[in-house]
């Protein structure tokens, strides 16, 4: 100090060289946040889709339908997850994300000698294996378990972040809750899902009550996940799509000609299988929420041994959210719902 003083001048250069210096590291500060910040900004949820691909094309459908969410940076797609033993759905799911180039997503399938077998002769999804490039796998043993690339998954993910939207049978995730700590996190299926998941929306179930496929025929696992699942579930039922015409402007658009999408609704037309829109609603709503077409009845599921599903209503009043779970029910008419749903599925 004693020196500075009686050497002014080499005390303002010293001093400017600190100020130079501070204000250097200061922008460059600011430069690596403002970087980290447009990394996080918009701060998109990720997805991960389960689904079983079976007989109806309403699957392909609402994987077209969340590529355009991603294409419209609404989400980006960690995964899909098989959930059906069906020999052949690895590579369908591998045709799929190669069409929308987005081979990079990685796909699991259950190991589940139990899963649910959707069969051998399924038209739509056996025409797209045979006739689309699915260039990484041939065949499902090739993919890894569903499990542990759900556990690699989501521990590397951001919390409270993952979306999952289920549209087949709950066999990956009821497994999924019951792990185990592992290499990937010390967490257990059901911890890791409480810090990762943000909320499942589920197209599963009928309301108030009644019977549907994905919950009848793996009753067990339903039951699983909507006594353990530590997060909000949103689930769509068959009413509200059994009645819902969406997806007809596919079938004229020319452009989509070499779509699979177009193609598996084709295919499925001639079944009569596309008077009906079900795992569409639940990919509309995982993304973009159930407003204004829905409004959500909380409450508990019961899911008797043969798959039968009843409703117990415990909404209250003042809007509070007594429950985790919802089901939706439908506020608008059909068309309003099509004129959201239809423009995302032409891809
Ligand atoms: C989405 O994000 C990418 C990368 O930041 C950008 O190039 C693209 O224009 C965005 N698309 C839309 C529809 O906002
Ligand atoms: C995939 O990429 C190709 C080449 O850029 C492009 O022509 C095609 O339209 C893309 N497919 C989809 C479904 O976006
Ligand atoms: C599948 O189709 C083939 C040819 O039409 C038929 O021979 C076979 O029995 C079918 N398999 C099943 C399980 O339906
Ligand atoms: C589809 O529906 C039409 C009209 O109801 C009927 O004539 C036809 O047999 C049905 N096709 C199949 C495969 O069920
Ligand atoms: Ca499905």
Known sequence: ????????????????????ILLL????QSNASSSSDQQQIPNIPDIIIDTDCGQYPDDVTAIAMINSFADQNKTRILAMMANDRYEGIVPVLDAITNYFNRSRIPIGITKDPNA????????????????????????????????????????????NNVIILSIGFFTNLAEL?????????????????????????????????????????????????????????????????????????????????????????LISMEQNLTEACFD????????????????????????????????????DDNGNKPTRMAYIKQLTNDQDIINVIDPLLER
């Open 177 to 265: 809750l019951d792990t185990e700590s592992d290499e990937y996190s010390p967490l257990n299926g059901r911890e890791l899902i409480r810090k990762k998941v943000q909320k499942m929306i589920a197209m599963a179930g009928k309301y108030p009550e009644g019977k549907e496929w994905n919950i009848e025929k793996q009753p067990k696992a339903a039951r699983k996940v909507i006594e353990k699942w530590p997060t909000k579930i949103i689930f769509a039922g068959a009413e509200t799509g059994e009645h819902l015409l969406c997806g007809q402007n596919i079938i004229q658009n020319s452009r989509l000609k070499n779509s699979p999408v177009r193609k598996a609704w």
């Open 116 to 159: 649910f077998d959707s069969g051998k002769n399924l038209t739509w999804p056996d025409y797209v294996r045979e006739n689309y490039p699915h260039p990484r796998f041939e065949r499902n043993d090739q993919a890894e378990n569903a499990i542990t690339l759900y556990r690699r998954l989501l521990a590397a993910s951001q919390d």
């Open 1 to 20: 100090m004693f020196e500075q003083r009686k050497q002014p001048k080499y005390f303002l250069i010293l001093f400017l060289s600190i100020w130079l």
């Open 280 to 315: 569409e609603i639940a990919a509309l709503i995982a993304i973009n929420g159930y407003e204004p077409f829905y409004r959500l009845i909380y409450g508990r599921m019961e899911i008797q041994p043969d798959g039968y599903n009843i409703w117990h209503e415990s909404n």
């Open 25 to 28: 590291l200061m922008s460059l």
